[in-house]
C-alpha cells in the first residue's frame, strides 16, 4: 500500500499515489479524479 506524503490518502497502486502527491504539492487541494481511487473512496468512507 502506498500513501500520499501531503493528504495522507492510501492507495494500492504506486503511480496513483505519486500522482496524487504531485497534485496535492501544486494545488493544495484533492484531485478527486485521483482521490476516488485511493482505498479510503473506495471503502466508501
Ligand atoms: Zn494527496
Same mark, same amino acid.
Given at each position: 500500500?502506498?500513501?500520499? %506524503?501531503? &493528504? %495522507?490518502?492510501?492507495? !494500492?497502486?504506486? $503511480?496513483?499515489? $505519486?500522482? &496524487? $502527491? !504531485?497534485? &496535492?504539492?501544486?494545488?493544495?487541494?484533492?484531485?478527486?479524479?485521483?482521490? @476516488? @481511487? !485511493?482505498? $479510503?473512496?473506495? @471503502? %466508501? @468512507?
Amino acid at each position: 500500500m502506498f500513501s500520499c %506524503g501531503i &493528504c %495522507g490518502l492510501h492507495y !494500492s497502486d504506486k $503511480e496513483d499515489a $505519486e500522482a &496524487c $502527491e !504531485s497534485w &496535492c504539492k501544486t494545488h493544495n487541494s484533492c484531485n478527486l479524479q485521483v482521490a @476516488k @481511487k !485511493s482505498i $479510503e473512496a473506495k @471503502k %466508501g @468512507k
